[in-house]
């Protein structure tokens, strides 16, 4: 099982790239998301999100981020540029019955690479959280998102070979 912790969320700035992060942990297989900020709106419309598209992903604050990285029962994965390449450690972290994988915004406080058990690179140049969490969720869950299903879903898609062909169930 694999959680997300989303660090430095601004509400005035991010509730873009956060939502793609929140609905990109669940398309390839997070059980939920921690935020350390609350977004009332941002987090109602991944719900939303959730209650067409269908599964048990989560959304929610959490009170403290460093108690819920000290305290959660697994392993704690930092996503950093600065960190040990992915397939290094791809076994040790697959290995795992429970994980957590940290994604930051802006810069994230210096303890997050001490409380972390390993400072995980998707290679050692800039990009996006969003890219770093789609690839590694894609390397430890070995490919979930190509054959992820979505409990109670109201909406469906059938893959088509062009065109928008979908399936709706109330
Ligand atoms: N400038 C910030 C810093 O020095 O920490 C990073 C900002 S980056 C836009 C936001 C997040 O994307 C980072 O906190 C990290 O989680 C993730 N990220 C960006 N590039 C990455 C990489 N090459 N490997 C792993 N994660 C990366």
Redesign the pocket.
């Known amino acids: 099982e694999v959680y997300v912790l989303r660090?430095g969320h601004r509400p005035e700035r991010d509730k873009r790239i956060s939502t793609h992060v929140a609905l990109t942990a669940r398309a390839f297989g997070a059980r939920g998301i921690y935020f350390d900020t609350s977004d009332t709106r941002l987090f109602e419309s991944v719900r939303d999100v959730v209650d067409r598209w269908g599964g048990e992903f989560f959304i929610e604050r959490a009170e403290s981020w460093k108690s819920l990285i000290k305290n959660f029962e697994g392993v704690k994965v930092?996503?950093?540029?600065y960190?040990l390449p992915l397939p290094d450690k791809l076994h040790e972290i697959r290995n795992a019955d429970k994980i957590l994988v940290?994604?930051?915004?802006?810069?994230?406080p210096p303890e997050v690479y001490e409380l972390s058990d390993y400072n995980?690179?998707?290679?050692?140049?800039?990009?996006?959280?969003v890219?770093?969490l789609a690839i590694f969720l894609d390397r430890v869950l070995e490919g979930h998102v190509f054959n992820a299903e979505f409990e109670d879903a109201r909406l469906r898609v059938i893959p088509s070979e062009r065109g928008k062909k979908i399936i709706e169930n109330d």
């Open positions: 660090l930092h996503l950093t540029m960190g940290i994604v930051g915004a802006e810069k994230v995980i690179a998707i290679g050692n140049q800039p990009h996006s959280e890219a770093a």
